[in-house]
């Protein structure tokens, strides 16, 4: 029979019971012929808008990473959202992120040593960074790429002692686009559209499992309803503050900074029985 010999035994279980779960649903719902069209409408215009990643993001990444940490150790997961970026600027530890000369906002310095689950330094160690600016804009989506490339963004290699020491910028909560199907989904079922301020990680070693995960601050409006329900209270941080007039001058900033001490530990990479 055509096709039978690629038919693949996974596939063929999740796709009948989407199948068996989606029939379900229409005739729970008593769905009309006229929704159904809206619906094929709804999913021509998130595709032809590029929103295909961000409605699966939104709605369904928070579920993925639950599933796929179970069991996990070391640092809790969150989700990697639709804003990375592959390939960042490579930069050692001490650092500034790639900046605007009038980067707006607070500086933040993040410091602190990524291990093993067992608890030795992961020398050499590179942490992914990416987030919004202080106005909850992410470059390459919201700043165009050639206005400010890799604006907060950079791949930060640890020293020898697997620790890293990065200066940055404060986030803002963030709005995710709203102006696209995925927005007037949000709308059309009373969700608001916000996540809290939030950085990205994401963290490699050779010997380690890859760690994706976000930090976020206590005291954010949204901590509690976050549109993609990817907050852990485990990666909660409460930034400290520093006025020392003597401190600033001697780091040469003009204002108020803050700072976050945070320690990653990634678990060894699982290797499959042969
Ligand atoms: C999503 C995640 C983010 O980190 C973000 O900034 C926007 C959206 C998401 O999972 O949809
Ligand atoms: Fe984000």
Not at 143 to 152: E, G, K, S, V
Not at 258 to 273: C, E, G, I, N, Q
Request: net charge negative.
């Amino acid at each position: 029979m055509a096709g039978t010999q690629t038919a693949d035994a996974r596939l063929t279980e999740v796709v009948n019971d989407l199948l068996a779960n989606l029939r379900g649903l229409i005739r729970k719902h008593q769905i009309s012929h006229d929704e159904y069209r809206r619906a094929i409408a709804f999913m021509m215009e998130t595709a032809a808008k590029g929103e295909i990643p961000l409605l699966f993001d939104v709605f369904l990444e928070a579920t993925v990473d639950q599933v796929d940490a179970a069991g996990r150790g070391g640092t809790e997961t969150s989700v990697e959202g639709p804003f990375y970026a592959p390939e960042a600027p490579l930069l050692r530890s001490p650092c500034v992120l790639p900046h605007r000369a009038n980067e707006p906002g607070d500086i933040l310095l993040l410091s602190g040593t990524v291990r093993s689950v067992e608890g030795d330094a992961l020398s050499g160690a590179m942490l992914d960074m990416w987030q919004s600016d202080a106005e909850g804009a992410y470059s390459h989506f919201n700043i165009p790429a050639d206005q400010a490339p890799w604006n907060l963004r950079a791949r930060v290699i640890a020293d020898q002692s697997g620790r890293f020491e990065v200066q940055t910028w404060v986030p803002s909560p963030y709005q995710v686009p709203k102006d696209g199907p995925t927005g007037a989904l949000l709308r059309g079922t009373g969700r608001h559209a916000w996540r809290p301020a939030h950085l990205h990680l994401r963290i490699t070693h050779e010997s380690c499992e890859t760690l994706t995960t976000q930090l976020f601050f206590s005291g954010d409006p949204w901590i509690d309803s976050d549109v993609v329900g990817a907050v852990k209270q485990s990666l909660i941080v409460t930034p400290a503050k520093h006025e020392d007039p003597k401190d600033l001058k001697n780091k040469g900033f003009a204002k108020p900074y803050y700072s976050v001490v945070y320690d990653f530990s990634l678990p060894r990479v699982m290797r499959k029985a042969a």
